[in-house]
């Protein structure tokens, strides 16, 4: 069974939409919706599949637990992305995660700052309840997510080896 890393809407809906309109023209309106469950099923299977690899992280326990972090508090990079940058700062407490804090993080317009109000305390929460970085990502906010991963990722690591 895979885990799926993203949330976001699959690729290429619209065009099967698309294919299913013509095809209704053809063969009427009854044939639209077995033709309409097929495709989604076999498109969100298809992509389901391939989504999947041996680099997915399954269930289990937590990949920090081959960590020994140490107490303290230690910030990641900052990570730059088309909108801005975002820096991670962890807190660890008896070697968990306690708390983290998002010390930057895309201001540059107004879209950005109602995109990270909603993304960074879901991801913020997701940490704190995967002791890791392997978190789901927030659909409408992929580069925000994965350059707070890559922040937080550098914050364990210098946990890891204090």
């Known amino acids: 069974m895979c885990t799926m890393l993203t949330r976001a809407r699959p690729y ?16 009427g309106i009854t044939e639209v919706k077995k033709i ?8 969100f299977g298809v992509i389901s599949l391939a989504s999947c690899s041996s680099d997915v992280p ?7 637990a081959a960590y020994k972090l140490a107490d303290g508090t230690y910030a990641g990079p900052v990570v730059k992305h088309k909108h801005g940058p ?3 700062q962890i807190t660890v407490v008896d070697a968990q995660i306690a708390n983290v804090v998002v010390l930057q993080s895309p201001r540059e317009t107004p879209r950005s700052v109602e ?3 909603d993304a ?6 997701a940490v704190l309840a995967q ?3 392997y978190i ?14 890559e922040s937080l990722q550098g914050a364990i690591d210098q946990a890891n080896q204090a």
């Open 36 to 43: 309409g469950m097929g495709v989604m099923g076999v498109t």
């Open 136 to 149: 789901d990502f927030v659909s409408g906010a992929t580069l925000t997510s994965k350059a707070y991963v």
């Open 131 to 133: 002791q890791s970085t």
């Open 120 to 125: 960074l305390p879901q991801l913020n929460d």
């Open 115 to 117: 995109i990270n109000q």
């Open 86 to 88: 975002i820096q991670v």
């Open 12 to 27: 290429g809906v619209e065009s099967w939409f698309q294919l299913i309109q013509v095809r209704a023209a053809k063969v």
């Open 58 to 64: 399954k269930k289990g326990p937590s990949p920090t």
